[in-house]
């Protein structure tokens, strides 16, 4: 019995006299029951550790490549020799460690263990010019399908090869081959379905790192993340792009940050040039970034979803709705896969309430202050991945009736499966931006033309009301009514619902406005106002350490989606433009894929604003080289928002009809 279920058969059976947050008794009950469950995992984990350490081997090799540079490899097989093996295979940058054929990778802490136990030979990769691998490690290395002899590489010619060469030199393998991955892994993934290597049956691409300038990690419609991209990069991450003069087991130092509070580092650090000259020259990448600072052709060759042409394995994609990180590129290489392979009979795609990589979980049934009401990662782990890996690569079972959508409904908190993505009967709806912070269903009529705030750069909106150091992935779901009591930041909603509404597909900002500058980033943001009443809402004690799923009080903004836009690419990506001061201009931009009902009783609300710190970098408000901007160069501007019958603002709703 999981332990969340243990604490509520336990605490329902208390009298309800006796049911008192602080009560000793509970306190007790609660450490006795956390005691019993850390003990049970302990065991199990134990138990599952033992039986692959005696029945798998772990060897390590250098696989070489076309070009004669080698890859270092771990490769778990099974000594079961009695039927031959399936390969399932992750290409990372992240490193194979533990290093050494005695120090094995806890598999037994993961839902990974299941593959073991359906006998795979388990394959993990450092890729070319990461951690033991030889070679030159290029960030995003560009999709080459014109290669004309051995020295033209790229990450599908190395997955080719080394599959060639597991083939080839693992005895008792079955000749079929699966690579799977989460993140970066994800784009080897893309990669690896692009190799097209005839003993690559399935493919599954999980959060896969897809467009670095549209919509995945360091870019988000042109505006800079800079929080995760310095972090990334030369300061708390993996080291990326850091001098590696030779294959090793130890990641490069990092940069130390001064103090705990990301809000005010990345604003007493300043402009963009700063952090160029805290990254130093020893970062190619971070330069190279630098050097591009609109979507040019060297980002477009970049883009993995040039590597989704004539593609023959199964495919899976993966992602999570509350995905920080690369819920663009889940959503946006399925679409591409779609329309580059129209009569491929297996393409299909997940999307749960998941942050970052949450379906590789053990739990999956609430993200900060929001539940979901079961374990969606191992619903998902159970009835979907191992099904699929399991048919393709072993044959065990019937083919998997994987939807073309199935797509978990937040708010209802249901699975749904569809037969396309957006659903039949999804019907693009608008509603409009009202003067008084209404949203309605009709175009506006009197009223204030325009609602104003003044952006300071200098005081820019945070991302969340918390004081952090990393960047948090529960801010997908935070409760936004911090932003709403600030001056700087537009609040529209609407009457409370008299029924509920859900949305599945596309959201999309029209937005109408002016400024007293030359240039202004726009966040549109998506939020569920929960009913001001709580008594009908469950309320559970909560702690980091304990799987209690928490549920949020009265008039919780509970942010749906959200997603930032550089107002100089509002006509191209290509090539930017300034705004002329107080001439109304139309910004309108895709906010992303949405699937979540609003219930009955509750309100949608839309905020609009123009910085969200440290997530994304400030805008100057002036129109220069961000890259380049000076202090001198930030200078607060007035933002208008329309809601006029002439300029009729709106947000683009993907209403579910049927």
Not at 10 to 26: E, G, S
Not at 187 to 193: L, N
Not at 420 to 433: H, I, K, R, Y
């Amino acid at each position: 019995m999981l332990f969340n279920e243990l604490i509520g058969c336990h605490y329902a059976c208390i009298p309800k006299n006796d049911q008192q947050p602080n009560d000793n008794k509970m306190k007790n009950l609660i450490t006795s029951l956390l005691a019993f469950a850390l003990m049970a995992g302990l065991n199990a984990q134990n138990t599952d550790s033992i039986w692959i350490v005696n029945n798998y081997t772990k060897i390590e090799r250098m696989i070489p490549m076309r070009d004669g540079v080698k890859l270092f490899t771990s490769i778990y097989i099974p000594r079961d020799i009695s039927e031959d093996h399936p390969v399932l295979m992750e290409r990372s940058p992240y490193s194979c460690a533990p290093y050494g054929e005695g120090a094995w990778r806890d598999f037994w802490n993961r839902y990974l263990k299941y593959y073991l136990f359906e006998g795979y030979i388990m394959v993990k990769q450092d890729v070319r010019g990461r951690w033991m691998s030889e070679g030159e490690f290029a960030d995003i290395r560009p999709f080459n399908p014109h290669r004309k002899d051995n020295s033209d590489i790229d990450e599908s010619s190395d997955t080719y090869d080394t599959i060639e060469w597991l083939l080839k030199n693992i005895p008792h393998n079955n000749g079929k081959v699966g690579v799977f991955g989460i993140s970066y892994p994800g784009f080897y993934s893309t990669m690896a379905a692009a190799s097209n290597h005839p003993a690559l049956k399935a493919v599954s691409p999980q959060a896969p790192v897809t467009n670095w300038f549209i919509g995945d990690d360091f870019h988000h419609n042109g505006a800079f993340f800079l929080l995760d991209a310095f972090r990334f990069y030369p300061a708390l991450g993996a080291g990326f792009g850091l001098p590696r003069p030779k294959p090793s087991t130890k990641g490069p130092e990092n940069i130390r940050l001064p103090y705990q509070d990301n809000y005010r580092f990345f604003l007493e650090t300043g402009a963009l040039p700063a952090f160029a000259r805290l990254a130093g020259d020893s970062v190619p990448f971070w330069k190279e970034l630098y050097s591009h600072p609109d979507y040019d052709e060297w980002w477009k060759v970049r883009d993995a979803r040039n590597a989704t042409k004539n593609l023959n394995p199964a495919m899976l994609w993966v992602g999570g709705h509350f995905d920080a990180e690369d819920n663009w590129g889940a959503w946006n290489s399925y679409k591409a896969a779609e329309e580059n392979n129209p009569m491929k009979e297996f393409n299909r795609i997940v999307m749960g309430p998941w942050a970052h990589g949450q379906w590789s979980w053990p739990d999956g049934s609430y993200l900060g202050n929001i539940g979901f009401g079961s374990n969606t990662s191992q619903w998902y782990q159970q009835n979907i991945e191992i099904p699929f890996f399991n048919y393709y690569l072993k044959g065990k079972g019937s083919k998997p009736e994987i939807a073309e959508a199935t797509i978990f409904i937040t708010g209802r908190n249901e699975w749904k499966e569809f037969g396309s993505w957006p659903p039949a009967g999804t019907v693009n709806t608008d509603l409009f931006l009202q003067p008084s912070g209404r949203l309605g269903w009709q175009r506006p009529g009197s009223g204030p033309e325009h609602s104003d705030y003044v952006s300071d750069p200098s005081k820019p909106v945070p991302y969340t009301e918390d004081v952090h150091f990393l960047r948090t992935m529960e801010y997908m779901t935070d409760d936004q009514r911090f932003a709403s009591r600030r001056p700087d930041v537009l609040v529209f909603k609407t009457d409370i619902l008299e029924e509920e509404i859900t949305l599945t597909g596309m959201l999309t900002a029209d937005l109408f406005v002016s400024l007293s500058s030359t240039d202004a980033d726009f966040v549109v943001k998506l939020i569920d106002v929960f009913p001001d009443d709580p008594g009908h809402l469950r309320t559970e004690p909560y702690s980091v350490r304990m799987p209690f799923s928490k549920y949020p009080g009265g008039g919780y903004e509970m942010l749906v989606h959200g997603e930032i836009f550089r107002g100089r690419y509002r006509n191209s990506f290509e090539k930017p433009a300034p705004f002329v001061p107080g001439k109304v201009e139309r910004v309108k931009f895709e906010v992303g894929n949405v699937a979540h009902t609003f219930k009955k009783g509750h309100r949608i609300m839309i905020q609009i604003q123009s910085s969200w710190f440290p997530l994304a970098d400030r805008n100057p408000q002036k129109f220069v080289n961000i890259y380049e901007a000076r202090e001198s160069d930030f200078q607060k501007a007035t933002i208008q928002i329309y809601h006029s019958k002439k300029y009729p603002g709106k947000i683009i709703l993907p209403v579910l009809t049927q």
